[in-house]
């Protein structure tokens, strides 16, 4: 079995068509308040260059600018009543999304009727767009640039959901053991890129990709170990391996580890990527310090 996952890692890695490339020594680093609940869970970047965050467990969202400054833009309301399964927190923000007009999209979970996808603007209370299952984990979240929907990883529940935020209509988008956990978390990170969604599955180590023409999903890559969020340089894949504190890329060259405990990681839970620069967030969800760093790839 080990020999078969290993083979099927290598093969498919010839999918990319650029090499892993290591990163440099980290540029920057942006200490997070920990005492603040300030656990990043996931990125999304602002046209100068700040990184929009949520923050796990408080509801808010965070912007970290250029210069390592850090505000709270937004704050989604935390139920008095709130219960996310396995965690048994009030509130889960998971993933978010920027849309072109500057709209951001955060995938809450809180156990109620409370949960689902929000739309933030800064300055205005966040509203409740689509409502989704409060039995699940809402987590990563991609927006599709030709629709403009947007598709929602559900780690317990084994599916994607496409979400029109215009009409708020939800409908199961993809389902099945390629999604679901082994005994945690299985559908993660969320990308569109290159015609398909991309989905990490944290549990098994994979990442699976399902062509947005319907046809059936496939695992691409093996062997990842507890992989969280991930995103696109070029066609080389760089994640977030949160429990090891890694950040890896997958290419021709196959996996290889270029940030580690030694850069700063502490559970990595999400990077982006924006030309050359490599955006990490670490949640310290099992120790370290929580913090925001900032490097370039080559």
């Known amino acids: 079995m080990r020999i078969k996952q290993i083979g099927v890692a290598l093969a498919a890695a010839a999918v990319f068509a650029m090499p892993a490339a290591p990163a440099r020594a980290a540029s920057r ?3 997070l308040d920990l005492a603040a609940g300030q656990q990043p869970e ?18 808010e969202i965070g912007r970290v600018t250029p210069g390592g400054q850090v505000t709270v833009i937004a704050r989604i309301q935390v139920p008095a ?5 396995v965690v048994h927190r009030k509130l889960f923000l998971g993933g978010i999304v920027r849309a072109p007009g500057g709209d951001l999209y955060v995938a809450v979970s809180t156990g109620t009727a409370a949960t689902g996808l929000y739309r933030v603007r800064p300055g205005t209370a966040p509203v409740q767009v689509a409502a989704l299952s409060p039995a699940g984990f809402q987590n990563g979240v991609a927006r599709d640039p030709g629709s403009g929907d947007l598709f ?13 935020p215009r009409t708020g209509q939800v409908t199961d988008w993809a389902t099945g053991d390629l999604l679901a956990p082994v005994s945690g978390f299985g559908a993660n990170g969320v990308k569109v890129h290159d015609g398909a969604v991309w989905v990490s599955n944290l549990d098994r180590g994979t990442l699976v990709r399902f062509p947005l023409s319907g046809a059936p999903g496939r695992v691409v890559v093996t062997g990842l170990g507890p992989v969280d969020d991930f995103a696109f340089h070029g066609e080389t ?6 429990q090891e504190n890694r950040v890896v890329t ?9 940030l580690s405990l030694s850069d700063g990681l502490a559970n990595p839970t999400s990077v982006a990527v924006r030309g050359d620069t490599l955006y990490v967030a670490d949640s310290a969800y099992f120790g370290g310090s929580p913090n925001l760093v900032r490097t370039r790839l080559r």
């Open 152 to 164: 929602v990883a559900d780690s317990f529940g084994s599916v994607i959901r496409r979400v029109s």
């Open 42 to 59: 996931n990125i999304a970047l602002e046209p100068d260059g700040s990184a929009d965050l949520t923050f796990a467990y408080t509801g």
């Open 81 to 85: 009543d709130g219960d996310v399964p």
């Open 29 to 31: 680093i942006v200490p």
């Open 250 to 258: 997958v290419g021709r060259g196959g996996v290889r580890t270029i």
């Open 237 to 242: 894949v760089v994640a977030a391996v949160n």
